[in-house]
């Protein structure tokens, strides 16, 4: 089904490895397999270190491509109409 994204994780997953991830969208979510292209630490907060993490989709529904199209459409659009620098 192809597409990937960047989120931030607990634990560092290997590289390979094949991941299951539930992504919030707003009030909905949706359930994707994903494979663990790669990991990098982000941070560290008060919980511990945090890891930048990239992964593929491996099988995500039409109906959730759907969702995750509408969710980045809608946060691109927000973007754009934000505040702007003084000129």
């Known amino acids: 089904s192809g597409g990937s994204s960047a989120t931030r994780f607990p634990a560092r997953p290997e590289p390979g490895s094949i991941v299951d991830v539930r992504f919030g969208l707003g009030p909905e979510f949706f359930k994707a397999k994903t494979r663990v292209r790669e990991a ?42 934000g505040p702007r620098s003084p000129a």
């Open 40 to 81: 990098s630490v982000d941070g560290e907060d008060a919980e511990g270190t945090r890891y930048l993490v990239g992964l593929e989709f491996l099988r995500l529904a039409a109906s959730d491509q759907d969702l995750l199209r509408e969710f980045l459409e809608r946060q691109s659009r927000r973007r754009r109409s």
